[in-house]
Every structure is written in structure tokens, then in C-alpha cells.
């Protein structure tokens, strides 16, 4: 599937109607940036913390106590 000249050009001149010209910039920007960190995330950018940390554990009364308030 080729995607000519005719077609580029229908889409910018829609996304210009849709978003103004003065948006157009500020919309390439923002795909860069999060394409940029998507990459990154791709390559091992920052790594989650261990499910285990100490400050994702609760004790058996936190536990108990969330339990019941689920069940009401």
C-alpha cells in the first residue's frame, strides 16, 4: 500500500481545518517528545521498583481492614 502525494497533502490540509496552523507546530512537537520516550522506554529507560518494596506492603490489619470495606 503506497501512500502518494494527493493523500499527504488531504491530510495536512485536514489536520491545518481541524487544529489551525498555529497548533500545527505545537502537535509535531508533542508526537516527537512522546514518540522520543516511548523509544526510550523501548531501550530500558527507567526501570519500575520491585512489587516487594517496603512502601508496597501492608500489614495483616490494613489488609483485614481494606477486606471489609470491600465486602460492605
Known amino acids: 500500500m503506497n ?7 488531504l491530510v ?3 489536520a491545518v481545518l481541524v487544529f489551525g496552523p498555529k497548533r500545527i507546530p505545537q502537535l509535531g512537537s508533542a508526537f ?3 514518540l522520543r ?3 526510550e522506554e523501548l531501550r530500558g529507560g527507567a526501570e519500575l521498583p ?6 508496597a506492603k501492608m500489614s495483616k490489619a490494613e489488609v ?3 477486606r471489609q470495606i470491600i465486602d460492605r
Open 3 to 9: 501512500i502518494g502525494w494527493v493523500e499527504v497533502v
Open 64 to 66: 483485614a481492614s481494606e
Open 12 to 14: 495536512v490540509g485536514v
Open 37 to 39: 520516550g516511548f523509544k
Open 32 to 34: 516527537g517528545k512522546t
Open 50 to 55: 520491585p512489587a516487594d518494596s517496603s512502601k
